[in-house]
T-cell receptor, first 115, second 109 residues
Framework: DTEVTQTPKHLVMGMTNKKSLKCEQHMGHRAMYWYKQKAKKPPELMFVYSYEKLSINESVPSRFSPECPNSSLLNLHLHALQPEDSALYLC??????????????FGPGTRLTVL | DAKTTQPNSMESNEEEPVHLPCNHSTISGTDYIHWYRQLPSQGPEYVIHGLTSNVNNRMASLAIAEDRKSSTLILHRATLRDAAVYYCILKQAGTALIFGKGTTLSVSS
């Protein structure tokens, strides 16, 4: 099973709402990632977890709060978002963060619209 | 992060070979060259990777220049399903994939 699942597929939220995106993998991977992708642009790295600890935060605003409750699960908590945060949010996982040869497996993404 | 340069777009006909170039003149000796592609409305998917030698797998071939300053992804027989954005990425230890603009490949029947 080389699948990364993301829920929900689509999410519409207001600027005052609190919501969460969920990502799951059962490949035994110990590195998990969040990316943000605007239309017609490449994915931009947001956060990286390695062995359930936050390893990389690419200066993401605090209205995005990641959480890695266990090695299979990654959440992204959203609060007080702005319309410009509307994008496709991609989750990925890899065996480790350290190896230069490890493949990153991506989920299909959550399409977020902020009204 | 070491940078890569790719053409914005390329066109191909179905069942013809496609050569997608990538320049990475500032590559370090330990960087691996990875290629990913993103089909419409999907997350990126792994295509191939290599260090120095040419590599083949069921999806594609990767030809790496002797000085490692450039590489070429080769799709041997393009199909309509190969229409995607192709990303050439240099991977260092302890880092995540950092995507550049990539090459949008169009395939015509």
């Amino acid at each position: 099973d080389t699948e990364v699942t993301q829920t929900p597929k689509h999410l519409v939220m207001g600027m005052t709402n609190k919501k969460s995106l969920k990502c799951e993998q059962h490949m035994g991977h110990r590195a998990m990632y969040w990316y943000k992708q605007k239309a017609k642009k490449p994915p931009e790295l947001m956060f990286v977890y390695s062995y359930e600890k936050l390893s990389i935060n690419e200066s993401v605003p605090s209205r995005f709060s990641p959480e890695c409750p266990n090695s299979s699960l990654l959440n992204l908590h959203l609060h007080a978002l702005q319309p410009e945060d509307s994008a496709l949010y991609l989750c990925a996982s890899s065996r480790t963060l350290a190896a230069r040869t490890d493949t990153q497996y991506f989920g299909p993404g959550t399409r977020l619209t902020v009204l | 992060d070491a940078k890569t340069t790719q053409p914005n777009s390329m066109e191909s006909n179905e069942e013809e070979p496609v050569h997608l170039p990538c320049n990475h003149s500032t590559i370090s000796g330990t960087d691996y060259i990875h290629w990913y592609r993103q089909l419409p409305s999907q997350g990126p998917e792994y295509v191939i990777h290599g260090l120095t030698s040419n590599v083949n797998n069921r999806m594609a071939s990767l030809a790496i220049a002797e000085d490692r300053k450039s590489s070429t992804l080769i799709l041997h027989r393009a199909t309509l399903r190969d229409a995607a954005v192709y990303y050439c990425i240099l991977k260092q230890a302890g880092t995540a994939l950092i995507f550049g603009k990539g090459t949008t490949l169009s395939v015509s029947s």
